[in-house]
């Protein structure tokens, strides 16, 4: 028999596997430190650079924090950062062409692959956010600070 505290306790599963996505994006974001950072139609390179991974991969640490938390305020930064993320891929595929790209990376670039990945990888982040968004019971912590 299960008490109902014990089940208020339980962390669902969609939940779980959230705040894994969120961690797995802070490690991806921290990992790409010291490399160029793509941001709003330009490409950062160096201390700016730098600055940019710095904040995305605290963002990113406070979500999974959040999410862990179950914090309801969270709800809203990962709606926002996600709407954010795909904006931030539209303008970068509008505004940065396709040979400063090579010229960065130094290797050619299919156009094709990449509008095709960062579609992709926009449409993923597009049904993240309708999964956040039609689970918002579950952001039960009405705390305005994580600590």
């Keep these: ?17 959230l705040a894994g996505l969120y961690l797995f994006f802070f490690l991806i974001s921290s ?14 390179e160096g201390a700016p650079a730098k600055a ?20 309801l305020l969270t709800w809203y930064l990962l709606l926002g950062y996600n709407l954010f993320e795909i904006l931030n891929t539209i303008i970068n595929l509008s505004f940065i062409s396709r040979p400063e790209l090579e010229r960065v990376l130094g290797a050619r670039i299919a156009q094709e692959t990449l509008l ?32």
Excluded: W
Excluded at 8 to 16: A, D, F, V
Excluded at 53 to 65: A, G
């Design 1 to 17: 028999m299960i008490d109902a505290d014990e089940n208020e306790l339980r962390r669902p599963l969609g939940l779980n596997l």
């Design 31 to 44: 990992s790409t430190f010291g490399n160029p950072f793509p941001f709003l139609g330009h490409i950062y």
């Design 116 to 147: 095709f990945n960062n579609i992709a990888a926009a449409l993923a982040i597009l049904l993240l956010s309708q999964f956040i968004y039609r689970h918002k019971h579950y952001f039960t912590s009405r705390e305005k600070y994580l600590f």
């Design 52 to 71: 940019l991974v710095l904040v995305d991969s605290l963002i990113c640490l406070y979500l999974f924090l959040g999410v862990m938390k179950r914090q």
